[in-house]
């Protein structure tokens, strides 16, 4: 009866596997090779990978600075109507992202307070990488908020008793004993964010058409030209996230040891 049970486990995983795998691979040895080195050419198309790459990574960056103090708190302190705070930072993640473009839209628009407010001091979030930092980050905080909070509940309080009572002042506790032991979930929490922030089409398509990432990019190449132009931009997209993110797990579980 195990056994049968392990066989049917093995098959399910093997099943799910291959969902996310075949249309992948199939995307990828169907490409055209010509048109691919095409668009590693094609200046349009490598710029709107790296400023997807470069607007995930500030965004990341902005959210870690601000994030690790709430995930801290939150991990740790019982206050009035935390769960509604936590609630409210993982919204992000279930409604509709075209949703969340038009509600920042409200907010850091032009003719909005906070739009005013920052165009005063000459920063723009329509049409602007401000945009699209903005929208990248407002939809993928919540991975980022979550794996650090698990990361510094599951640091043992006692540890950082231990340096209280050693001398160590309560700063420089979390600094040199609470963050290294919850690193390792802060650094996937960070990986998750800037791979969903790399994705995301909808806000940033409403904040920003212009300056293209490399997913509204896809999209536009795909209504003006047709699937041949779109999926070489899908298929190199898919290659250098498949390298990066390997690799970065790789390195975040090499830490694990």
């Known amino acids: ?55 995930a990574l500030i965004a990341t960056t902005i959210a870690l600075i601000a994030g690790i103090p709430l995930s801290f708190y939150l991990a740790r302190y019982d206050f009035p109507f935390k769960s509604l705070v936590e609630a409210v930072l993982d919204i992000p993640v279930m409604i509709p992202h075209t949703a ?18 920052f ?30 909070k698990s990361g510094f509940k599951n640091v043992d ?7 209280r009572t050693l001398g160590a002042s309560s700063l420089k506790t979390f600094f040199y004993v609470t ?22 089409f909808g806000a940033v398509v409403i904040l920003a058409y212009h300056p293209m990432t490399a997913p509204v990019l896809i999209l536009e190449r795909f209504q003006s030209y047709g699937l041949n132009y779109s999926k070489p931009i899908a298929v190199l997209l898919i290659l250098i996230c498949i390298v990066l993110f390997t690799l970065l797990r790789w390195v975040n579980n090499r830490k694990k040891y």
Do not use: Q
Request: charged share 15%; glycine share 6%; net charge positive.
């Open 119 to 148: 165009n005063s001091i000459g920063i723009d979030f329509v049409g602007t990488e401000f945009g699209i930092i903005i929208g990248m980050m407002y939809v993928s905080l919540s991975y980022l908020i979550n794996h650090a």
């Open 1 to 55: 009866m195990k056994k049968l049970i392990y066989l049917i486990l093995i098959i399910l995983s093997i099943t799910l596997f291959l969902f996310i795998f075949i249309p992948l691979f199939k995307m990828i040895i169907s490409a055209n090779p010509k048109l691919i080195t095409d668009a590693l050419a094609d200046k349009e198309i490598v710029s709107a990978i790296l400023l997807s790459f470069k607007c």
């Open 179 to 200: 963050l290294p032991l919850a690193k390792n979930d802060i650094l996937s929490g960070a990986i998750m964010m800037w791979a969903r922030g790399l994705s995301e």
């Open 100 to 117: 969340v473009g038009i509600a920042l839209l409200t907010v850091f628009g032009s003719r909005f307070f906070l739009g005013k407010l």
């Open 157 to 163: 309080p006692k540890l950082e008793k231990a340096a």
